[in-house]
């Protein structure tokens, strides 16, 4: 008997992968969770029949959502995490000694309790004690935050459900405002490839572009995401992503990586000509 959990990427594409067991099934007050098996790709974990994250490819994600900030700024201290309830974002970012302050704000505790049951491999580290975490809207909580945070890092699902608000001009306002003078925000902004995707990033970019003076993009090639082709906003009160970034400085803290370094986090921001010009379209 063969066990298969297929994505429906568009209403025409589909991504299966074959299942070895489920793991953990539940409906929490926001969405289905699930963990399983997979033969290829180690456990997975999806919310409403999404792909979250998989074993074998998570690092690229959360590589690139943490190392490319904390790599162009300087010295950023107090971090706010929203969503990131799997934990391979606080993962990441726990190895830097000289971050103090990790808020993990992440709507959902049941995904929390599962992936710290299923998945210490991304949820190893949310016991650091550096990490709070809140469990309630981000689209909330950011509203009551003012000259907070050195990096806003929004690790969240796609714009429906739960997540929608954390695609709003309302958000993207009220996070630059919970940053500090020369704070940055990172967002998991979707892809340009399939329609629907291209849509929901054009929406989000020029609403990150109507809220922040530098709004840039790069991308990462991410398997188990639609079409693998995903992007990340990089959005700066000040620092540019590339510009006058010493890389050394990150590269003296020593730091193994299986995917991001210095070179790729400049060449991440070269992106292809049809995606500049969907960018350049709402900006
Ligand atoms: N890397 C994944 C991706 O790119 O789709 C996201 C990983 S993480 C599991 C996404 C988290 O965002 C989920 O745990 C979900 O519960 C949380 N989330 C969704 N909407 C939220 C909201 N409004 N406030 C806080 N967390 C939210």
Not at 110 to 115: D, G, N
Not at 212 to 234: E, K, N
Request: hydrophobic content about 40%; charged content about 25%; overall charge negative.
């Amino acid at each position: 008997m063969e066990l298969w959990f297929t994505e429906q990427h568009t209403k025409n594409v589909r991504f299966s992968m074959k299942v070895d067991r489920q793991l953990y099934s539940a409906q929490s007050e926001f969405q289905r969770i699930d963990i399983f098996d997979s033969l290829e790709f180690g456990r997975v974990l999806t919310l409403d029949g999404y792909v979250m994250l998989t074993e074998k490819d998570e690092f690229i994600y959360h590589e690139m959502i943490v190392h490319v900030p904390m790599c162009a700024h300087p010295d950023a201290r107090k971090i706010l995490v929203i969503g990131g309830g799997d934990g391979g974002t606080v993962r990441e970012l726990v190895r830097y000694a000289a971050v103090e302050r990790i808020d993990l704000v992440e709507i959902d505790e049941q995904v929390v309790a599962a992936c710290k049951e299923y998945l210490p491999q991304t949820a190893g580290k949310l016991n650091d004690p550096r990490v709070h975490a809140f469990y309630e809207d981000g689209l909330k909580f950011i509203r009551h935050q003012e000259n907070e945070y050195d990096l806003i890092l929004v690790d969240s699902t796609d714009p429906f459900g739960p997540g929608e608000g954390l695609f709003t001009r309302e958000f993207y306002g009220n996070c630059f405002r919970a940053l500090k003078a020369d704070g940055i925000m990172v967002n998991q902004h979707e892809s340009p490839f399939y329609k629907e995707d291209a849509y929901a990033m054009q929406r989000a970019h020029k609403r990150i572009v109507e809220s922040f003076p530098l709004a840039r993009v790069y991308q990462a090639h991410i398997p188990t995401y639609p079409s693998g082709h995903w992007l990340f906003g990089f959005a700066s009160k000040q620092y540019h992503p590339v510009h006058n970034v010493d890389f050394s400085r990150w590269e003296k803290l020593g730091l193994r990586t299986q995917y991001y370094n210095t070179k790729l986090h400049a060449a991440a921001f070269a992106l292809p000509t049809y995606v500049e010009e969907m960018l350049r379209d709402v900006e």
